[in-house]
C-alpha cells in the first residue's frame, strides 16, 4: 500500500493514537540495548545509541531517564516523502504549547510529547483534523 502524500488528505485523516504507558528516552551502556528491553525507537548517533522505551523496562534495566512522554501515532498511512505532515503538527502543537519529538516510520509518523499533557495533544491534533477536512 501506498501512502498519502497530499497535505490536506494526510492532515483530514489524522486518526491521532495516544497508545497505552509512559515511554522515555534514554541512553544505551556502551551503545548495545539492554537485555529485557524492547525500545519501540533506536536511533544511532555519533554520541551513543538513544532508545526510546517503555519506562518500566527503562527503570529495571538501570536507566536513567531524560524524558517522560506520552506516545501518539498518526494513524494515516503517510508516504515517506510526503511534505508538510510534520511542520503542520508542529505549528498546531507549538500553538498550543505542547513539545514534540517526531518519529517518521514506514506506515505512520509517532508523537512522543510530555506524559501529562499527551491527552490535551490529541485533542489538539483532532481539532487540526476536523479543521482540515476535505468536504
Known amino acids: 500500500m501506498t501512502g498519502e502524500s497530499d497535505l490536506r488528505v494526510l ?41 526510546v522505551l517503555p519506562e518500566a523496562e527503562a527503570a529495571a534495566a538501570g536507566l536513567p531517564c531524560s524524558f517522560t512522554a506520552g506516545w501518539i501515532t498518526l494513524r494515516v498511512h503517510s508516504a515517506l516523502e510526503a511534505v508538510g505532515l510534520t511542520a503542520a503538527v508542529a505549528l498546531a502543537l507549538t500553538d498550543a504549547g505542547i513539545s514534540c519529538n517526531v518519529v517518521a516510520a514506514f506506515h505512520h509518523d509517532h508523537l512522543f510529547v510530555p506524559y501529562d499533557r499527551a491527552a490535551e495533544a490529541v485533542a489538539v491534533l483532532e481539532t487540526l483534523a476536523a479543521e482540515s477536512g476535505t468536504g
Open 11 to 51: 492532515l483530514s485523516d489524522l486518526r491521532p493514537e495516544l497508545n497505552p504507558g509512559r515511554y522515555v528516552y534514554v541512553t544505551a551502556p556502551d551503545g548495545v540495548v539492554p537485555d529485557g528491553t524492547a525500545p519501540v525507537v533506536v536511533v544511532r548517533e555519533a554520541e551513543g545509541l538513544t532508545l
